[in-house]
Each structure stands twice: as structure tokens, then as C-alpha cells.
Nanobody
Framework: QVQLAESGGGLVQAGGSLRLSCAAS????????MGWFRQAPGKEREFVAA????????YYADSVKGRFTISRDNAKTTVYLQMNSLKPEDTAVYFC?????????????????WGQGTQVTVSS
């Protein structure tokens, strides 16, 4: 089992950057494929990015490709989401999630472990 805790959210102007972190508990972090999702008010949770257990494969939603970068440090049991060129439409609560079975999955139902989320607000 793994517990996840996001940090790094906040208020930023359009065009700015933020770096989200997701710290995981447990010594088996390297066994998990990780994902970032986001949910805006009144909308469904949507896929943002994912990374496989080793960090060698990454996956992105078209809406963030070229602007966001997912990475992980297994020694620090942490996954990151570097967000550049932020837009107001990126405003949402951002969640990290973990799965042992589905590398690169864009389906939130395939992730069994979730953090509580961190708010990102991008002003125009």
C-alpha cells in the first residue's frame, strides 16, 4: 500500500510556472506507475500525465504536451509535475495517483491510490 501527498500548488499568473510534488510513503514506491490528474469545478477528473515505474516512459494529455513535464525520483519516493506556460484553463485541483498494473493509463479508475489534491489557480 502507498500513501500520497501533493504539494506545490498555488496562485500564478498566466504564462507562469509551478512545480507540483507528490511524496509517497512506503518502500515499494518504485513498483508503482504514477499519474497526475486534475479536476476543475463542475467537470470530470481528467488525465494530465503519467510515468512508468522506472521513469523511462512518459505520457501526456494533448492539452499539456510541450508545457508540462512529469518526472520521478524513486530514491526520494517522489513524483513531480513541472508546469510551464500556464493558462487559466489549467486551473483545477491536481491529484497524483498510483497503480501497479497500468503503465501510462489515462483512465482514473485504473489507479487504486490517490492523494488529496493541491489547488492550482492561474489568473489571466
Amino acid at each position: 500500500q502507498v500513501q500520497l501527498a501533493e504539494s506545490g500548488g498555488g496562485l500564478v499568473q498566466a504564462g507562469g510556472s509551478l512545480r507540483l510534488s507528490c511524496a509517497a510513503s512506503g518502500r515499494t514506491f518504485s513498483m508503482y506507475h504514477m499519474g497526475w490528474f486534475r479536476q476543475a469545478p463542475g467537470k470530470e477528473r481528467e488525465f494530465v500525465a503519467a510515468i512508468n515505474w522506472r521513469g523511462g516512459s512518459t505520457y501526456y494529455a494533448d492539452s499539456v504536451k510541450g508545457r508540462f513535464t512529469i518526472s520521478r525520483d524513486n530514491a526520494k519516493t517522489t513524483v513531480y509535475l513541472q508546469m510551464n506556460s500556464l493558462k487559466p484553463e489549467d486551473t483545477a485541483v491536481y491529484f497524483c495517483a498510483a497503480t501497479t498494473s497500468y503503465s501510462g493509463s489515462r483512465d482514473p479508475t485504473n489507479y487504486g491510490y490517490w492523494g488529496q489534491g493541491t489547488q492550482v489557480t492561474v489568473s489571466s
